[in-house]
């Protein structure tokens, strides 16, 4: 199912979110940064920044992304209410895994990939609970991708393998998935409703969920994605903060003139 072009068919489903308890939740790289051909020079840029630090005054907002808790962490200028890493696997509240497995895991399959791969172009990244292989440097892309994905698909203990841009993801086969992190998160803080944005394959285990409650938009059309919307590009970022920040704003302020009359009971 392909979305449609969200500030032309979608902003009016905003008025209705943020009426209460709304939860905002975002991808890191190639959402709220830029995709760059080696994953540490990624930086999230200063707009970016400026309004998610004033987002988080009127919402609960939650980064939900590949990379490392730490490694995202170290790129922030603002205290999100919630960083998620590994696809899920780290940060999501009550979370019951045991983080040493899933690191003994992918220390193994860390070894067997740096014995195998042999690639100058092909980089092995390990995030402590999962891998990412990347070949946005290789030679032949397609080349590449089929040998790693032959390969990846031979490792042990079996691996869940998420293709993206230029990159495989290898998580531990029960590794849960942004989607499932994105529903603990709106169980965790109470949230009502959330809104998702993302652009890569690992986003859509969110957007498939297909939940009235989560109103998801991906960066750029694709017309195998399941998200609700799509954002033509992720420029496009700015609006939608801007909207999002616009209209918790108005909530707020309305909230607070009708207490004040003494038609709403005080709310925590």
Same mark, same amino acid.
């Given at each position: ?6 500030f ?5 489903h905003l008025?209705?979110?943020v009426?209460?308890r709304?939860l ?6 190639g ?8 994953p540490?020079?990624?930086?999230m840029?200063?707009g970016?920044m400026?309004?998610l630090?004033?987002l988080t ?5 939650a980064i939900?992304t590949?990379r490392?808790?730490?490694d995202v962490r170290e790129?922030l ?6 960083i998620?890493g ?6 999501v509240?009550?979370s019951s +895994?045991h &983080?040493?497995?899933d690191?003994a895991?992918?220390?193994g399959?860390?070894? *067997?990939? #740096?014995?195998?791969?042999?690639d100058?172009g092909v980089r ?10 990347h070949?946005?440097?290789a ?6 991708e ?11 203990p079996?691996?869940?393998?998420v293709?993206?841009k230029c ?6 086969p029960?590794?849960?998935?942004k ?9 965790s803080c109470?949230?009502?409703y959330a809104?998702y944005?993302?652009?890569d394959v690992?986003?859509e285990d969110?957007f +498939?969920? &297909?939940?009235p409650?989560v109103l998801?938009i991906?960066?750029?059309?694709a *017309?195998d #994605?399941?998200a609700?919307?799509?954002l033509h590009h992720?420029l496009d ?5 801007d909207?999002l920040i616009?209209r ?7 909230n607070?003139l009708?207490?004040?009359?003494g038609?709403l009971?005080?709310t925590?």
């Amino acid at each position: 199912m392909s979305g449609m072009p969200f500030f032309e068919s979608g902003i009016q489903h905003l008025d209705e979110l943020v009426r209460d308890r709304l939860l905002c939740a975002f991808d890191f790289d190639g959402t709220l940064a830029p995709i760059v051909t080696r994953p540490e020079a990624a930086r999230m840029p200063p707009g970016t920044m400026q309004r998610l630090a004033e987002l988080t005054r009127y919402a609960p907002v939650a980064i939900i992304t590949g990379r490392s808790v730490a490694d995202v962490r170290e790129r922030l200028q603002f205290q999100p209410d919630f960083i998620v890493g590994n696809h899920g696997l780290e940060g999501v509240p009550d979370s019951s +895994r045991h &983080r040493e497995d899933d690191e003994a895991m992918c220390a193994g399959w860390l070894q *067997a990939l #740096s014995t195998a791969v042999t690639d100058p172009g092909v980089r092995l990244e390990n995030k402590g609970c999962s891998l990412s292989v990347h070949y946005r440097l290789a030679r032949d892309h397609a080349k590449a991708e089929a040998n790693l994905a032959d390969l990846l698909g031979r490792l042990a203990p079996q691996a869940r393998i998420v293709a993206g841009k230029c990159v495989f993801n290898v998580m531990p086969p029960d590794a849960p998935h942004k989607g499932d992190a994105l529903q603990r998160l709106m169980q965790s803080c109470n949230a009502r409703y959330a809104i998702y944005a993302g652009d890569d394959v690992t986003d859509e285990d969110v957007f +498939r969920m &297909r939940r009235p409650d989560v109103l998801s938009i991906r960066i750029g059309r694709a *017309a195998d #994605s399941e998200a609700d919307f799509f954002l033509h590009h992720r420029l496009d970022m700015f609006r939608l903060l801007d909207e999002l920040i616009k209209r918790l704003r108005e909530a707020r302020a309305s909230n607070w003139l009708r207490t004040a009359s003494g038609f709403l009971p005080a709310t925590a």
